[in-house]
């Protein structure tokens, strides 16, 4: 079992940036592959990026390629995004979300991850 605590959101200016940060517990955090899901206001919870657990593999979605990043420290239990040019509707609750997986897998369903964090606030402001 993991537990995850984001940090790092906040208010920002339409074209700035932000790094969230998610800390797992735990000693098997090499065995998750992770994913970052944002959800605004009255709607459904999306996918911005996934991980493998090796580092290797990566997925974005559509909205955020070019902008965004997802990094992951395996020696800090800690998986990063890295949001560049933000713009008013990345507007959301972030989260992010764990399950185990082989090596290189990236996992881009949400009802295959079992482990989640509360969420970080992100809003950008035109």
């Known amino acids: 079992q993991v537990q995850l605590v984001e940090s790092g959101g906040g208010l920002v200016q339409a074209g700035g940036s932000l790094r969230l940060s998610c800390a797992a517990s735990?000693?098997?955090?090499?065995?998750?592959?992770m994913a970052w899901f944002r959800q605004a206001p009255g709607k459904e919870r999306e996918l911005v990026a996934a991980?493998?657990?090796?580092?290797?593999?990566?997925y974005y979605a559509d909205s955020v390629k070019g902008r965004f990043t997802i990094s992951r420290d395996n020696a800090k239990n800690t998986v990063y995004l890295q949001m560049n040019s933000l713009k008013p509707e990345d507007t959301a609750v972030y989260h992010c979300?764990?399950?185990?997986?082989?090596?290189?897998?990236?996992?881009?369903?949400?009802?295959?991850?079992?482990?989640w964090g509360q969420g970080t606030q992100v809003t950008v402001s035109s």
């Open positions: 979300a764990a399950d185990p997986a082989p090596h290189t897998v990236v996992i881009i369903t949400l009802a295959q991850y079992d482990y």
């Open positions: 991980i493998s657990r090796n580092g290797g593999n990566t």
């Open positions: 735990g000693r098997t955090f090499i065995s998750y592959a």
